[in-house]
């Protein structure tokens, strides 16, 4: 099936083209950190984490966003979401492959991680993340392998795919929770200690994977005869518009939580946040855009004609995209380290080499999902021909 990826129009090759100089672009950056260390990265003392692991806990969202089609579709029978399911289990595969090379990069020596499968503990939550992040890999590998093949072959899946789909329903919704959990269970950092951690990644998961998938849908049915369906995409749209709302409470109750108590300790990370801290005001514009962007596009959700008009629900899902991806892919990580455990106001920013590296591995996941989805459509161009 692969040889339908070396097929294409002009456009496609040059979109091709385009990945790969990207690709090539941040291996080099990569190549350079590699030689001289992490000190090419904007990291230091206080702040440990960045932009390689906002990335990462970005992209897990992303790829457990899965679920929300694959569960209405094979454990509802809701046929309309058809189309979509192989498309979206194809988004969880490159999104858990761009979070583990997040993590690669992030680690400094790659050999390094290798302790973590040749010195295991039970007790380490970041072992438990490798294992569901694993673990989910293999599911959506087996899932969409199985059911492209049945789809080519004009056969329904093999009863045995059944037990393994409903297993990745809540594998998908296991790998946001126990990222959260390597957040929330650092007594030190107040930002991430919250109960409400865990249900917030899920929300913005939910929101950000879907409003992606329908972002790529409608290009695809702009540039292909590919068409989702008209009633799959508004449903697509109303999952979204429940799940942005519920991501916007939940902010508005840790932002209640924290302003009405008053404690410094949590009180200090949202004001570097959206005012800035001690002159330090390297997030706020970011933050305020988040915000501008998040509550126009749930206000424009909830106007019928808006949401059916599909140009006008491209924009829409781009801007929830934009928005959770500033939220979680820039403050969250970050500002759990600012103010430190002393009270120091440290000073980060992503280098021109963390960014690079980072768009590099964004574009490989770009190539891994033109791949993938080109097989796929053009698959179903040749069954109906």
């Not at 759990?336 to 000073?347: K, R, T």
């Not at 590099?360 to 698959?379: D, M």
């Amino acid at each position: 099936m692969i040889e339908h990826a070396l097929k294409g129009t002009k456009s496609y090759w040059l979109w091709i083209l385009s990945l790969s100089i990207i690709i090539f672009v941040g291996l080099l950056f990569y190549l350079e950190q590699l030689d001289y260390g992490l000190g090419l990265t904007g990291l230091n003392r206080d702040v440990t984490w960045g932009f390689y692991i906002a990335q990462l806990t970005f992209l897990v969202g992303v790829a457990a966003s899965g679920v929300m089609v694959v569960l209405p579709y094979y454990l509802h029978n809701y046929k309309v979401f058809g189309k979509l399911t192989i498309l979206g289990e194809f988004l969880a595969i490159a999104s858990v492959a761009m979070c583990v090379l997040f993590v690669v990069v992030d680690v400094g020596q790659p050999y390094r991680m290798m302790n973590l499968f040749l010195y295991p503990s039970p007790e380490s939550l970041l072992f438990w993340d490798t294992v569901v992040l694993s673990g989910y890999l293999v599911l959506n590998v087996i899932i969409s392998r199985k059911v492209l093949d049945s789809e080519r072959k004009s056969i329904p899946p093999p009863n045995w795919l059944k037990p393994i789909i409903i297993i990745s329903i809540p594998w998908a919704i296991s790998i946001h929770t126990v990222t959260a959990f390597l957040y929330s269970g650092l007594a030190a950092r107040p930002f991430w200690m919250t109960a409400i951690l865990a249900p917030r990644f899920l929300a913005s998961a939910f929101a950000s994977g879907p409003a992606l998938l329908l972002v790529m849908c409608l290009v695809l049915k702009k540039i292909t005869k590919f068409d989702p369906g008209k009633e799959a995409v508004q449903k697509l749209a109303l999952i979204i518009t429940y799940a942005m709302a519920a991501n916007i409470f939940f902010i508005l109750m840790e932002l209640f939580t924290a302003f009405y108590s008053g404690i410094p300790e949590h009180l200090t990370h949202f004001q570097f946040l959206f005012v800035g801290l001690e002159g330090n005001t390297s997030l706020v514009p970011w933050m305020w855009i988040s915000v501008v962007l998040g509550i126009t596009a749930l206000t424009c959700l909830f106007v019928p004609k808006l949401k059916q008009n599909e140009n006008i629900l491209f924009g829409i899902c781009l801007a929830i995209f934009l928005s959770i991806w500033i939220d979680k892919g820039l403050g969250m990580v970050v500002t759990g380290f600012i103010p430190s455990p002393l009270g120091e106001v440290a000073s980060y920013w992503p280098t021109i080499p963390e960014l690079m590296i980072s768009l590099g591995i964004w574009a490989i996941g770009f190539f891994i999902i033109t791949v993938f989805y080109k097989v796929t459509l053009s698959l179903r161009r040749e069954l109906l021909t």
